[in-house]
């Protein structure tokens, strides 16, 4: 009791009336704890100030604080001063018997609390100490109850549906798993668990742990040994190359706009003189609206667009790359129900610059409608969608004029889409949908196994039937696969390369295949969807495949596959300098203020040997195209280094000259 009386009477500016108080206090802390409330009560009666007796009666047991006096002005006294003041009154003090009574009604750690509340800043610790003490409390008893429900033998299954029902559940999102076809046909009830130790209170899905550990203890995949080496193909990658689009000005073909946009930009500038401003020169909507008007502002962006391919086939074709996947949103809302429109006349040229571009150098270009193209679907308002975007895809694709042979291989990639509870009649609308195709489309027009619902088997008969072209995609394949018929990896595949292949020969296109990689943590189907950022080996494909590599860092990830193994190319790139490009004409950094300043006794060339020298200009053709050295490669995870450095603000720190901190 020592130490804690000390704290309350340690040296500070104290009243003399008030000095008397704070030992009341600190024995109203530990009285309670020794003596019951009958015995102490008379003896607060007794208690009061030396100099001066209160005025209003002292509290008895008799008395509720609700009929005391200065109960009125203990729930009126206000926690700071400020809201006292600006009512023109003083907070008043309480008496020492308030502070007993308080005490004496309350917890330990209540008491510690309301006693700092009513003391103010001075007892703000006192406060605290009180939060402690009840957080202790709380904690040893629910360890009291943990072990009591962990020796005891009832057992929670036999609760009536009411008294479940009354069981407080915290929300969970749902497991990152597949559903099975027991669950999508009715939903099955998951039983939840308490753990037990540091985890208690915490809750989990049954049923998400045990397919977690089926998946986990499957078979592990039976993977060939076979290396295209020497590899003689093309590697590819999909719409977006990263270096060009940190690069200044950026270099990219998915600039896209919103429907709002295009309406908005029906209506003239505000400074029709003046370039378009995001605040200062925007479109004003009081003027009059033309719908040519905003269809010539979401034209400009596809030509955008389209300019930009020949600049990222140059780049490409310069390190070692010469098969690329063209954005599908290339040309914003070209197959839009209400909005589309046709590319010709107005990209015609542009698109025509980009396939010569690409025929020059030998270049393989393709496409892949998104997975809302299902000709497959029982909607019929989806089907006339997905044959809409299909022939804007072909539009696209004929307008780039590229020789015969690199035309035909500019194929369409299409995915068979969902099963719709019946794989049968599934494939039986997409084979009367597909006749309504027009032959160009027919032409270009492939099909690709995914990871949800239809595998190798479910497709290659079809291709056949139908002379469409197979794509093999393995990352798919290691997730959906018919296990009676095959194992997952990629050994057991090849025994279908023969049929894969003569789907393509039959119409003489250059067979490609898509090769991706999980990441390393995924357990789950759901979570072996995600692409790794870069994979790590080739899958065993002929060494002439045109292979799409589908990775998070696109063409970084066909740079760390030369590297590995030493394809050609490998030797083109180097690593570039963190935040720091040679192939964009950047303004020098400032000087700080201190180093511009005149200083006596220099003459003018020392001056001007303190400013930084400009960089060369960097010619039109050679921006972002990697410097001198070719510094276009980053590694894993450091994107960043593509950009600037970001400027660190450091914040000055005040230090308080009454309390000397920081």
Not at 24 to 30: F, N, T
Not at 83 to 88: A, D, F, I, Q, S
Not at 367 to 375: D, I
Not at 461 to 482: A, K, S
């Amino acid at each position: 009791m020592s130490v804690h009386l000390g704290y309350l009477i340690r040296p500070r500016k104290v009243e003399p009336n008030h000095l008397f108080s704070l030992c009341a206090l600190a024995l109203a802390y530990y009285i309670p704890r020794s003596f019951p409330p009958a015995v102490v009560s008379p003896l607060l009666s007794t208690m009061g100030s030396k100099r001066k007796k209160p005025d209003t009666p002292l509290l008895t047991p008799e008395t509720s604080i609700d009929e005391h006096p200065t109960s009125s002005h203990l729930g009126d006294a206000p926690r700071r001063s400020g809201r006292l003041l600006e009512r023109g009154g003083q907070a008043p003090n309480p008496q020492p018997a308030e502070y007993l009574k308080i005490v004496m009604q309350a917890e330990p750690g209540q008491a510690r609390m309301e006693l700092g509340r009513l003391m103010g800043k001075d007892g703000a610790k006192i406060a605290l100490s009180g939060l402690q003490e009840m957080e202790d409390r709380l904690r040893n008893d629910v360890k009291r109850q943990k072990l009591a429900i962990k020796q005891s033998d009832v057992q929670s299954n036999g609760l009536e549906k009411e008294c479940v029902a009354l069981i407080p559940r915290p929300i969970k999102s749902q497991p990152d798993v597949l559903p099975s076809r027991n669950e999508t046909e009715g939903k099955k009830k998951v039983s939840r668990l308490i753990l037990d130790g540091d985890d208690a209170g915490s809750v989990f899905d049954e049923n998400e742990t045990t397919i977690i550990k089926q998946e986990g203890a499957r078979p592990p995949p039976v993977n060939s040994d076979y290396l295209p080496l020497p590899w003689k193909g093309r590697l590819g990658y999909a719409c977006l190359n990263t270096y060009l689009r940190n690069s200044n000005p950026p270099v990219f073909s998915s600039r896209t706009c919103r429907i709002s946009s295009i309406l908005e930009h029906r209506h003239p500038l505000q400074d029709p003189s003046q370039p378009e401003h995001p605040t200062k020169n925007r479109p004003d909507k009081e003027q009059p609206a033309e719908v040519e008007r905003g269809q010539k502002y979401v034209e400009a962006l596809g030509l955008a667009n389209a300019r930009d391919i020949v600049k990222m086939l140059r780049w490409n074709d310069k390190y070692g790359i010469k098969f690329m996947r063209l954005s599908s949103e290339m040309f914003p809302f070209a197959s839009h129900e209400e909005y589309g429109y046709k590319l010709a006349p107005f990209a015609s040229e542009v698109l025509a610059d980009a396939g010569r571009v690409a025929g020059e150098l030998g270049h393989r270009l393709t496409t892949h409608p998104g997975q809302f193209t299902q000709l497959a679907s029982p909607r019929s308002e989806v089907i006339e969608n997905s044959i809409r975007d299909l022939e804007y895809h072909n539009e696209m694709l004929s307008l780039l004029r590229l020789p015969r042979q690199q035309d035909k291989d500019a194929v369409m990639i299409l995915h068979m889409g969902g099963v719709f509870s019946d794989k049968a009649a599934t494939l039986g609308r997409f084979r009367a949908n597909y006749g309504l195709l027009s032959d160009e489309i027919k032409a270009r027009l492939v099909l690709e196994n995914d990871d949800v619902s239809w595998t190798v088997h479910d497709l290659l008969p079809m291709c056949e039937e139908l002379n469409i072209p197979f794509v093999l995609d393995f990352h798919h394949h290691n997730i959906m696969f018919d296990k009676g018929m095959i194992r997952e990896g990629t050994k057991d595949i090849m025994e279908l390369y023969p049929r894969i292949k003569a789907t393509w020969d039959r119409k003489g296109i250059t067979q490609k295949m898509h090769y991706s990689e999980p990441c390393p943590e995924a357990v789950t189907p759901r979570q072996r969807r995600k692409h790794r950022p870069r994979v790590m080996t080739l899958p065993p494909c002929p060494d002439t495949m045109d292979l799409m590599i589908e990775a998070k860092d696109k063409e970084q990830a066909v740079f760390e596959l030369m590297r590995t193994f030493r394809l050609p190319g490998w030797d083109t790139f180097n690593d570039v300098i963190p935040y720091e490009r040679e192939d964009e004409n950047r303004p020098p950094p400032k000087l700080p203020k201190k180093k511009q300043r005149k200083k006596k006794g220099k003459n003018d060339e020392e001056e001007a040997s303190d400013e930084p020298k400009p960089r060369p200009m960097v010619p039109e053709a050679e921006l972002g195209m990697g410097g001198p050295e070719n510094r276009v490669y980053w590694p894993i995870g450091m994107e960043e280094w593509l950009r600037p450095q970001k400027r660190e603000v450091k914040k000055k720190r005040k230090v308080d000259g009454e309390d000397g901190e920081e």
